[in-house]
């Protein structure tokens, strides 16, 4: 007697809608890659004259640098175990700058050169500087022939150098206050009048940031530094933050306040001593947003110890909407069609802020969303966007 052949039982349709839908999942990957891949090839064509700099632990490559007047990109790439930062320098003011480069990631950044001879940093403060040598051009000699006249801005100029003198003093003032207290040996005190103190600065912080070495003594984190925290040369405000919300302890702190009070103090001496520039009037507030969208919005890495970055977002804020105002006489008769773009983003940006108020003030940023976070950084990335519109509205790009 023979033995029946098994019958094979026929797929079922569950599992014929899954190898289906396997197929279907391989043809979107290989047509997603393929996308991918056009689109970083056109990423590369279209960033085919980016200079590439490698930021390694303790040096640059290359760390001399040519390039032609105009615009010119610069991909900064960390090669270190730590976030760095990379800045040009003009003498002792920061003409452009990245922040937070994460190690591993790169940053581009995009700078308008005037020719001249700039210096470089390179990481670790502590790391040799570089040089960035801008050839003259065609199109820079025109442009120099070009600049509007300098009568119109020196109104908004004066104004603004007023701004930061009695923004320099309430920094003095506060400054003072939280020496004191620290002093005293009052934690808690300390701890309140950090916050202000802190608000002061970042009122004044766009103009402040182009002092690079002034800059750093009272603004540097711990990451720009070899021993991070332990580092003697970390000083000034995050020093300060560190000691007062982490370790909660004030010993030996009061050195380091005294320091930050004089620094203050020479800072808004230095501010009204530097000449601004009218390009830059604007460029330094666009500057210290972009980094903030970039940056400080979703890592929250500017204040980690006492995560009150939202107050030095109200206050960047502040020194926006004081720009806009001392330039808006000059938009409403020559410009006025990019005033409602500009008006509609600091309210935006502003409400946005607003609505992470709680009673005593902003909410810890700690106990912010990502997606919270994600929209404080669109819209002062929209704001920069629509200030950046400035310049260039009142013949002053290119210079």
Known sequence: ????????????????????????????????????????????????????????????????????????????????????????????????????????????????????????????????????????????????????????????????????????????????????????????QAQALYVPARAAYQRIAPAAQRLAELDNAINARADYFEKREQDPAFIGFHRLEYALFQQRNLDGLTPVAQRLTRDVTTLKQQLLAEPLPPEQLVSIVVRNLYTLADVRASSGEEERYSHTDLNGFAANLDVARKVVELLRPLLNKSA??????????????????????????????DSVSAEQRKRVADKAQALADALDTIDPALGLSGL
């Open 1 to 188: 007697m023979s033995t029946p052949t098994p019958t094979v039982a026929a797929p079922s349709k569950a599992l014929r809608w899954a190898v289906a839908g396997s197929v279907i999942v391989m043809i979107a990957a290989g047509g997603l890659f393929y996308y991918a891949s056009k689109m970083a090839a056109a990423k590369r064509q279209a960033n085919h004259d980016e200079v590439v700099v490698n930021i390694h632990p303790h040096s640059c490559e290359p760390n001399a640098l040519t390039v032609p007047a105009g615009r010119a990109s610069f991909r900064i790439v960390n090669r270190s175990d730590r976030a760095v930062e990379w800045e040009i320098l003009d003498g002792v003011l920061v003409l452009e700058e990245r922040e937070n480069i994460a190690p591993g990631l790169s940053q581009v950044i995009n700078a308008n050169l005037a020719p001249g001879d700039y210096t470089i940093t390179c990481g670790l403060l502590s790391n040799p500087r570089g040089t960035l040598h801008v050839t003259p051009t065609a199109a820079s000699d025109a442009a120099a022939k070009a600049k509007p006249s300098m009568v119109a801005f020196i109104g908004p100029l004066s104004e603004f150098r007023v701004y930061l003198s009695s923004q320099g003093t309430a920094l003095i003032k506060a400054a003072t206050a939280l020496e004191q207290a620290i002093e005293a040996g009052d934690l808690s």
């Open 336 to 365: 006025a069609d990019v005033l409602p773009k500009i008006d509609s983003a600091l309210a935006a940006f502003d409400s946005e802020l607003n609505g992470l108020k709680v009673k005593d003030g902003y909410a810890s940023y």
